[in-house]
């Protein structure tokens, strides 16, 4: 099973670098129900960069348009 979940959108322009912190996310509802006072065991992840249509709908965004070899995810428990 799989999850997903959307950064803030992040705006560049051609040669220039992201590398900031960004604020959390939240995960939805209803996973945070599903493993409430239980251990979720998460074996991997992956990471597309989309932008989106006049529909709403995800277009993946080459990499020759925006390169991204630096990614980091911090899950943290509703304790911290």
Request: net charge negative; proline share 6%; aromatic share 12%.
């Amino acid at each position: 099973q799989n999850f997903e979940v959307y950064s803030p959108p992040i705006r560049s322009r051609y040669s220039e670098v992201f590398w900031t912190l960004q604020d959390g996310v939240d995960l939805s509802e209803e996973l945070i129900e599903r493993f409430d006072g239980k251990v979720m065991a998460i074996t991997g992840y992956e990471v597309d960069q989309v932008k989106k249509n006049p529909e709403g709908e995800d277009i993946p965004v080459p990499i020759t348009h925006a390169y991204n070899h630096h990614y980091m995810a911090y899950l943290n428990s509703k304790h911290v």
